[in-house]
């Protein structure tokens, strides 16, 4: 049973940085593509960023040049490292994978840790 579990978020003020990360369990598939989503409340769900088996990497207009995705094959680990946070990046942060490469619907979810920046 595939599981993902995310970690390492809290509240930091604006302009400050985080690191998300989110373990995943249960799966090993050999072409992949793994992503970061987020909600905000009353808004819908937007991708963040992904990155596929061979590390291709994509981002959102709105934290390019902010967010860096990137992956611990060995630790089964996916992380998300955010810096110059805005208070518009408050949300619920999920990660998602699905076999193949991206893009493409995602099966799998974690179930969210949240954000919030303060200004």
């Known amino acids: 049973q595939v599981q993902l579990v995310e970690s390492g978020g809290g509240s930091v003020q604006a302009g400050g940085s985080l690191r998300l990360s989110c373990a995943g369990y249960?799966?090993?598939?050999?072409?992949?593509?793994m992503g970061w989503f987020r909600q905000a409340p009353g808004k819908e769900r937007e991708g963040v960023a992904t990155?596929?088996?061979?590390?291709?990497?994509g981002y959102a207009d709105s934290v390019k040049g902010r967010f860096i995705i990137s992956q611990d094959n060995a630790k089964n680990t996916l992380y998300l490292q955010m810096n110059s946070l805005k208070p518009e990046d408050t949300a619920m942060y999920y990660c998602a994978a699905r076999a193949g490469y991206c893009p493409g619907d995602f099966r799998y979810w974690g179930q969210g840790t949240q954000v919030t920046v303060s200004s």
């Open positions: 249960g799966y090993t598939f050999i072409t992949y593509c």
């Open positions: 990155i596929d088996s061979i590390g291709r990497t």
